[in-house]
């Protein structure tokens, strides 16, 4: 994982326990490739040690305004200055209130006013704190200040309480911060993705479906709201979780999948069909199981609707790509599909190598010929196939 090589971080903690999450966070950033200074305040060093986070970051820890090691004493200036991001996780109630009033009697809150780079907050605190009036017109001051609050999320909290305010998890934290440092190469477009299986019932507990996981279309989602779009997803079945920052629409059949991605397909720019759709459904589905005695019961089919045909097909139609999975054939098979379907872009895989894992391959095929994205974890081939689309969308909008 590389997806923040070169990247400059600065980790700020506060006093939380939910500080030992840091430590975490810390090691996915570099494990990342990011170079992540940690400033602590004296709060934090309460909850774990400038130890800790050097030996997790792999720099020393700063955690006094007045540091010698600083060459020119100024280290709100110098932490801040070459930063990509900022990140405070945890944020306490006090620091959120110094920040949104511009306090800086700290390194911390000193660097974060004097800083010319993105900042983001994780904040942290037992409900009461965060529910109380003071510390939400702190949040909405900072939001207003441009300052990115990250959750809370509601559950259980360690003083025992139950609600608001516990932090995100490290990986939330980092895939936020990811989408923060990604390119905006969708930045205004509305991006519409259909993702996962279909499911056609045959009576009320069996049905036809097949084995994508929705892991591509997810993926592509993920990139494409990493990339500044807006993302609706429309998902079939599937044990995901939602893309941070993607709006999902849960839908369980091929026709409940045609009619959300049809209300939506006016108000977009790029529509993106990942899922596995089916092509029939059950036309003498039973509204009952059907029982083992019943014989030899008779399954009868009829198509589908083409999703992407129509979309496609339509007046003024968004920029459309679409995949195919094929077990053979797969250019030969591709291509055709491109064609049928009268779209400027499609992605093929191999289905025996690409449903259901979490790596993939890919080849593109477009006006220009065919470009072979290798073998990677989804989520990376969706931000080539990404940063593909939006080189594309000039020449074809
Ligand atoms: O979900 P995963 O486990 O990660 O697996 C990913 C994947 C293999 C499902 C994905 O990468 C993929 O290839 N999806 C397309 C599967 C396929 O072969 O679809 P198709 O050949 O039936 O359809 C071609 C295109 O038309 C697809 O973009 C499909 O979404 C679309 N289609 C198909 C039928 C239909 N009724 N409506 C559609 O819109």
């Not at 540091?67 to 020119?72: A, F, Q, S, V, Y």
């Not at 360690?158 to 923060?180: F, Q």
Request: charge should be positive; aromatic fraction near 4%; charged fraction near 20%.
């Amino acid at each position: 994982m590389t997806e923040l090589a070169g990247k400059r971080i600065l980790l700020g903690l506060t006093g939380g326990i939910a500080a030992y999450k840091a430590g975490e966070l810390a090691r996915l950033f570099v494990r990342s490739g990011a170079d992540v200074q940690v400033v602590m305040t004296r709060a934090a060093c309460g909850f774990v040690t400038p130890a800790t986070m050097q030996a997790l970051s792999g720099k020393p820890v700063y955690t006094d305004m007045w540091d010698g090691r600083i060459p020119n004493n100024m280290g709100h200036i110098e932490l801040s200055r070459d930063r990509d991001l900022i990140v405070v996780a945890p944020a306490s109630a006090d620091f959120m209130a110094k920040l949104a009033n511009g306090l800086a009697d700290d390194l911390l809150s000193a660097l974060c006013l004097a800083r010319r780079s993105p900042l983001a907050v994780a904040p942290a605190m037992n409900v009461e704190m965060w529910n109380h009036p003071a510390t939400q017109r702190n949040a909405a001051q900072l939001r207003a200040d441009g300052v990115a609050i990250l959750g809370p999320a509601s559950g259980d909290q360690a003083c025992g309480e139950t609600g608001m305010g516990r932090m995100l998890e490290a990986a939330e934290i980092y895939a936020e911060a990811v989408r923060a440092l990604s390119p905006k190469v969708l930045e205004g477009k509305r991006v519409l993705v259909t993702a996962g299986p279909t499911y056609e019932p045959i009576d009320t507990v069996r049905g036809i479906t097949n084995q994508s996981s929705g892991k591509m279309g997810y993926a592509v989602a993920q990139a494409a709201a990493e990339a500044g779009a807006q993302v609706t997803l429309v998902s079939g079945r599937t044990a995901l979780p939602t893309p941070a920052a993607v709006e999902r629409v849960d839908v369980v059949t091929a026709r409940e999948m045609h009619d959300a991605v049809m209300a939506r397909v006016k108000r977009t720019d790029v529509f993106i069909a990942v899922a596995a759709v089916a092509d029939y459904h059950v036309v003498n589905a039973r509204g009952q199981k059907i029982k083992r005695s019943a014989g030899n019961p008779k399954i009868e089919l009829a198509p589908n609707p083409d999703i992407l045909g129509a979309v496609a097909a339509g007046k003024s139609a968004p920029f459309c790509v679409g995949f195919a999975a094929e077990t053979e054939n797969l250019k030969a098979y591709a291509q055709d599909k491109r064609h049928q379907k009268g779209i400027p872009l499609l992605a093929a895989n191999l289905a025996q190598e690409a449903f259901g894992r979490d790596d993939n391959a890919l080849t593109l095929f477009d006006d220009a010929g065919e470009h072979v994205l290798a073998r990677a974890p989804k989520i990376v081939l969706a931000r080539q196939l990404v940063a593909h689309i939006a080189r594309m969308l000039p020449k074809a909008r």
